[in-house]
């Protein structure tokens, strides 16, 4: 099994472009950054994830003096795509907030089991809640850059609203869910609105036929 994949290389980018920072910035103490993640289901099993980095305004200002263009951290995990595939790669600045704000699509991120999916948590990842009104699992996150900072927060976990059966397995580190089937109820009441749309059309035009022929 792969190494805890996924979503995580979000955290791996940050984790380079905080290093790079304190590496301008030697500080005397670590520095704890804050993070706020949100990871969004889809149906297919793709996911989007978003991550921002809210780090002190001076190590804020060391970053962006340090690095032009922070897209170009993630154009370094392009490579990865051997484990997953990551699209829609984007990373900007908000300088008003300074925080740092990762994003991208990831292909293939749950596994299809037959009878329901499963996605890989990683370590560092405690579990706090599950709503299950919201399809939503909450958890805190820890991770380390060596010894120079920290970054903790919380995050979320959007489950497609269709899924049922939720569950957290914390000796696995997995969240599972389970998917309708597809051609389910709500794709027959679409075939039945377009059979009756066609029925329509038909009428008409047989009605139509009728009148011509009725002049004749």
């Known amino acids: 099994m792969k190494e805890p994949r996924k979503y995580a290389i979000l955290i791996t980018a940050a984790l380079c472009v905080l290093s790079l920072s304190f590496l301008c910035a030697s500080p005397s103490q670590a520095e704890e950054i804050h993070a706020q993640s949100v990871y969004t289901v889809f149906p297919n099993g793709d996911l989007t994830a978003s991550i921002k980095l809210i ?21 370094e995990f392009a490579s990865a795509r051997a484990a997953t595939e990551a699209v829609d790669r984007k990373a900007d600045w908000n300088d008003s907030d300074h925080t740092m704000i990762f994003s991208m699509k990831i292909l293939g991120a749950c596994r299809n089991l037959g009878d329901h999916w499963e996605i890989d948590i990683p370590m560092g990842t405690e579990f706090i809640n599950l709503d299950e009104s919201k399809k939503t699992f909450f958890f805190n996150e820890t991770a380390r850059a060596g010894d120079m900072a920290t970054i903790r927060g919380t995050s979320t976990l959007i489950i497609p609203a269709q899924a049922r059966q939720l569950t957290w397995d914390p000796s696995r580190r997995v969240v599972s869910y389970v998917m309708p089937p597809p051609g389910g109820a709500s794709g027959t009441n679409i075939l039945l609105l377009v059979a009756g749309a066609v029925l329509i059309v038909l009428g008409a035009g047989l009605t139509a036929a009728s009148f011509v022929l009725r002049e004749r």
Do not use: A, G, H
Request: proline share 5%; glycine share 0%; aromatic share 10%.
């Open 55 to 75: 780090p002190s305004m001076i190590i804020y200002q060391k970053v962006r003096e340090s690095i032009s263009n922070l897209y170009l951290v993630l154009r």
